[in-house]
Structure formats: structure tokens, C-alpha cells
């Protein structure tokens, strides 16, 4: 490891710990090493892991994950996707019409603690180990624990064989300790959604037949030994050969290995590397080729918008079933046109910020992760679009598709609080939806709530104070109210907690002598400050801004608003609202409340007045 690396950690703990004193961390550090069966899909994998409770509790218990005991028939995820009125077609019913040498397994062996055994069961994919003695507060103890697996045929994000003809993609592969914070154990069963993890150190040594090419987390200690880039030939390496990773301060490991992948890199000026992995074909070699300029230039407007990657490099790889994020590295397929390879690229880097930096509790904010990451991405790609990079308008409002979906949801009946469980939603399109469209829609309302400059600093600050921390909800709105000065709360619980949002509509305009009153109606539960853009006859715009009295604030004059005025706050009990313009109502041409668009309403029918 470098040490432009360890001093970018060591500014992350540092700021952590300025941050929230009070907001302790576990860790743990993996030793793993694993020999393929490549004939089998199987492999056999011995694990050392060191866990620190930094939690002020005594632990009697620990968890562990089994992640690919989900695939097999009568699973948990299995019998979830039977019983989905939606079910995810990438599962459907594939997983009950799983052979034996299709499943996936991950079986354990002893395991020990500190040199004596421990006893354990095993309940689908969760291992449950009560511990002959209790860890302490503060205590490091050791587990030692060999296991054997299976690679199931790849059904979601991981396996054997997925539809483009890669061999591995191994994500959720190895025994993983849940995680444990203030809320107390996390240990939900893999059921098919989300993740959470402990910030872990990764020595990963991987046993291969000599032809395959590995790409994933970490960072590969033995290039020259097996001629990373690739320049050893294959009959050099030996019947087998091991590759050796190492990855520190991250939440999960994951790799892919085909005979087939050619590996490509691109180190950027600040020194960070981007390695590619895909298989060369009609349907690939051009798009991947072309790729790394392109996102030599979305990390670079990442790092400048959303705070530096701190780490020092990212793999791009092909695999899985769509694209799936990890630490460094990502699973996409890879057989798409330049915009979807582009695009999909993109979405699963912008991960890096806030899942694999922030490790945000998925299973519980999957919006703070899905959502933060698919309203950044819609930023990214527009800029792609401003350097022209790739094909397709500039928008001046990326996520006006966003806000057009949500409304169109809603009419459903089928839309629940982004607040559930991401595995108890009772449908897929319902957790679709909170995901990732409210989860957008949260971000980019915010932004016209607190304004430009204010959301930017609220970004920036939420990155150095709350990366490798796991924050919650609150833990974001305080960020936004300490750098808008505004208070926020009120916006988190109605969008995070209800589903009942604003909706306003211009009631009428009347004339007053010289004047115009303007009355406006709140339809709507949920309060929101209100825009109002007046368009005169002779072209003149004139804009009026009320907020909630309980935003305890006012946010600075926009700068498509060159005629700005604001007015009394309006108090959210009251159903209307007037204000009185100093122009005839002969002279208006049309008075547009929420001209821009980014504050959400059921009904945008309603919004505009025209002579």
C-alpha cells in the first residue's frame, strides 16, 4: 500500500473521529485463502478472522452470513420469487428448478475461537454461533473456520456461467461476519436485496487453474508472478496458479475470473488506476475500448462534486446479471450499446460513494444509497453529454424522468414508505420505486429546498464527516440543516416516514384597482417552500418565493431568477395564501407556480394561470 493511500484513510478515521465521537465502529480483518475446483464449480476455503468490538456491549453471540445457500430450491429468496406478485425476472422460478450440481452451498467446518471450539447452527443462509465466552467491550478475539462451497449457476449477481458466458462472477462468496452497530445485530437473511457490512481489512489468496484471468477488489500483490496486464504466457504459469489481493478498509470482497478476459487499465493523472475485464467480441471489444476515456472523465467530475476516491484503483469488470457494485470493483454486462455500457458503468461507480464509502445500512436506506447513487449518476451522464462524450441531448433538468415516474407510480395504490425494510416491501415495483426514484427525487428536492451552493457544501461536508461511518437518515438532514442553516426535519419525515406529498395549485388571480392578488391553495399534506414565476405581457418575469414557517429560513436568490421576491412565510395549517403583485391583471400574461419542475407535486395540471 502507498502512502498517498494510508494518509487518505488515515484523514477519514482522523475526521471520523472529529465528526461523531459517539459513533463507534466494528472491524474486522480477513485471512482467506481458497483452491478452485474449476471440473466441480466447487472450492474449498480456510479463514482467519480478527474481529475488534469497538462497541461499548458484550457480545454472546456472532452472525455470520452463507449467502449462497440462497440458491437452492425452498429458499427463502426462492420462495419469495414464487410468491412476488412481480417477482425479479432474473429469479422467478429458477432457483426451484435448481439440480444439485446447480445449487449453491457454502458448508462450514469447525470453528474456532481463540484455539476452542464453538458451537453453531446453521438457518438457510445465516450461521448463528453461540459463543462459549462472551467478547467483551473493547476485546479482539480470533476465529478460525474452513468451509466448503458451491457456485451455483448465476441466478443473482453471483455464480457460474451467467448469460454472456462468464465463468465466475463471485460476489457474497466466503463467510461473512454481520454487522453490528448501534441498532444491534443485522443479521437478516439473504432474501435477494441489500447489504451491510463491518469496515474489513482483506488478505485474499485465490488457487486457480493456470488460464483464468481474475479481476476484483484489492489490491494484487504478485503481479510479476502471474503477469498481470497480462504479460506472462499461460505455459509459464503452471498447472495452477494463486492470486493474491489485499484490500484494506472496505466492506466486502468480490472477484470474477473467465479464460476469456482481456484486461485493460488506464492510469488517471492523480495516480488512481482503472482496470477493464471483458471478453472480446462483436459485442464488446469496441464499446470497452472506448470506455476508459469516458470514465477517466466521470471520476474526475465525481472527485470534484462528490469528494475523492480515496482509493487506488477501480475495476470495471463483466459478469454478473446487470450491474452489481463492490468496493473497487463492479460486475456489469457487457454486451449493451456505448450509452447503456457508459451509463450502467457509471451508476454502479457512483456506488463507491454512497454505499462503499458511507456504508450506509442498505437493507434499511436502500434510498440513501440507490437514490443518492441514481441522482449523481443522472448529473455525471448530463455532464458526459456537455463534453460529448456520448451521444444525446443536454438536459436542463436531468431528473425531470425521475420525477415524471414517481407521479405516475403513485397512481398505482401500490406505493409504500421508503421507511420498509427493503425486503418486506410487497412488491418489487413498490421497492423499485422508493429505491431508487424517491431516493432521487429526496436529493434533487433538497437542492431546490436549500439551494445551489448550500446542497453542493451539504455533499461535500456529508462525504467528510460520514464516510466509513454508516450513516442513517438524521445523520444526512443534520449535514444539510448545519451547512443551509434551515431546519429540515420536517422534510425527512414526511418523505422518508409518509407517502402523502405536496400539491399546490394557483387557486386564481384577481384584479385589485392597479394590482393583481394571486391566491394559492395547498393541496397537498406536505408543506414546501413555493416558487411563483409572473410573466408579464411585455416579457418582464417576476418571481415570488414563500417558504414554511417551519424551514425557519429562506434559501438565497437563484440565479435563473433575476427579479426575486420573497414573501411572508406561509404557516402549513393554512389552506391558502395570498400576495398582492403591483401590476394591473390586464398586464399578466400567465402566473406558473413551481415553473422548474424540482419541487415533486401529484398535479402539475394545476400549477399555471393563464389570461
Not at 488457487?207 to 505455459?235: C, F, H, K, M, S
Amino acid at each position: 500500500m502507498r502512502f498517498s493511500l494510508l494518509f487518505s484513510l488515515f484523514l477519514f478515521s482522523f475526521a471520523s473521529l472529529i465528526a461523531q465521537p459517539d459513533r463507534w465502529q466494528q472491524r474486522a480483518e480477513y485471512t482467506m485463502e481458497i483452491d478452485m475446483n474449476v471440473n466441480k464449480d466447487q472450492y474449498e476455503g480456510k479463514q482467519t478472522l480478527k474481529y475488534y468490538n469497538n462497541s461499548p456491549d458484550t457480545l454472546t453471540k456472532v452472525f455470520y452470513h452463507l449467502y449462497f445457500n440462497a440458491f437452492q430450491p425452498g429458499s427463502m429468496m426462492d420462495v419469495r420469487n414464487l410468491t412476488l406478485p412481480d417477482a425479479d425476472r432474473r429469479v422467478g422460478d429458477r432457483i426451484s428448478k435448481l439440480t444439485d450440481k446447480e445449487i449453491g452451498y457454502i458448508k462450514p467446518g469447525a470453528l474456532l475461537r481463540d484455539g476452542t471450539p464453538q458451537a453453531y447452527v446453521v438457518e438457510g443462509t445465516i450461521m448463528e454461533v453461540n459463543l462459549a465466552k462472551p467478547i467483551l467491550p473493547g476485546a479482539t478475539t480470533t476465529f478460525q473456520l474452513d468451509w466448503e462451497a458451491q457456485v451455483p449457476l448465476q441466478i443473482r449477481r453471483s455464480g457460474r456461467d451467467n448469460k454472456e458466458g462468464v465463468e465466475y462472477s463471485m460476489a457474497q462468496w466466503y463467510p461473512k461476519m454481520a454487522e453490528y452497530d448501534y441498532q444491534g445485530w443485522h443479521a437478516n437473511p439473504y432474501v435477494g436485496r441489500e447489504f451491510y457490512h463491518v469496515w474489513s481489512d482483506f488478505d485474499v489468496k485465490i488457487t486457480i487453474d493456470r488460464n483464468y484471468v481474475i479481476g476484483g477488489t484489492g489490491y494484487l500483490q504478485n503481479a510479476e508472478e502471474i503477469g498481470y496486464g497480462y504479460a506472462a504466457e499461460p505455459a509459464k504459469r503452471g498447472k495452477k496458479i494463486t492470486y493474491h489481493f489485499k484490500a484494506p478498509k472496505v466492506g466486502d470482497f468480490v472477484w470474477a475470473a473467465d479464460p476469456n478476459y482481456r484486461h485493460t487499465s488506464l492510469k488517471r493523472a492523480d495516480g488512481m488506476t482503472m482496470h477493464f475485464f471483458f471478453q472480446p467480441g462483436e459485442k464488446t471489444t469496441t464499446n470497452w475500448q472506448n470506455l476508459p476515456v469516458v470514465m477517466d472523465e466521470a471520476f474526475a467530475f465525481i472527485n470534484e462534486h462528490y469528494g475523492h476516491y480515496p482509493y487506488e484503483q477501480y475495476s470495471f469488470i463483466q459478469g454478473g446479471d446487470g450491474g452489481m457494485e463492490y468496493p473497487m470493483a463492479t460486475l456489469i454486462t457487457g454486451e449493451r450499446s456505448f450509452p447503456s455500457l457508459v451509463g450502467v458503468s457509471v451508476h454502479e461507480l457512483m456506488h463507491s460513494w454512497y454505499q462503499h464509502l458511507m456504508g450506509t445500512n442498505e437493507s434499511l436506506y436502500s434510498w440513501m444509497d440507490e437514490g443518492f447513487t441514481s441522482w449523481a449518476s443522472s448529473e455525471v451522464m448530463n455532464h458526459l453529454r456537455k463534453k460529448g462524450l456520448i451521444g444525446g441531448d443536454v438536459q436542463d433538468n436531468p431528473h425531470a424522468r425521475t420525477y415524471a415516474g414517481l407521479r405516475a407510480f403513485r397512481t398505482s395504490g401500490r406505493q409504500e414508505a421508503i421507511s420498509v425494510h427493503s425486503d418486506h416491501f410487497a412488491t418489487n415495483a413498490a421497492y423499485g420505486v422508493a429505491a431508487y426514484t424517491n431516493g432521487a427525487v429526496f436529493q434533487e428536492q433538497l437542492r431546490y429546498i436549500i439551494g445551489e451552493e448550500a446542497h453542493k457544501r451539504t455533499l461535500h461536508r456529508y462525504f467528510n464527516e460520514w464516510a466509513y461511518k454508516h450513516p442513517n437518515p438524521n445523520d444526512f438532514i443534520r449535514v444539510a440543516e448545519k451547512t443551509s442553516g434551515m431546519e429540515l426535519d420536517w422534510y425527512k419525515e414526511y418523505w422518508v416516514y409518509m407517502t402523502d406529498y405536496a400539491d399546490y395549485a394557483v387557486k386564481s388571480v384577481d384584479a385589485e384597482k392597479k394590482q393583481s392578488k394571486v391566491t394559492l391553495e395547498k393541496i397537498g399534506r406536505m408543506p414546501m417552500p413555493v416558487e411563483v414565476l409572473v410573466t408579464l405581457k411585455n416579457g418582464d418575469e417576476r418571481w415570488f418565493y414563500t417558504a414554511p414557517r417551519i424551514l425557519r429560513g429562506t434559501k438565497p436568490q437563484p440565479a435563473y431568477a433575476k427579479k426575486w421576491t420573497v414573501m411572508a412565510d406561509w404557516p402549513w395549517t393554512n389552506p391558502t395564501y395570498e400576495f398582492t403583485i403591483d401590476v394591473a391583471k390586464a398586464d399578466i400574461k400567465s402566473v406558473e407556480l413551481n415553473p422548474t419542475g424540482r419541487m415533486f407535486e401529484n398535479n402539475v395540471e394545476n400549477n399555471k394561470w393563464e389570461e
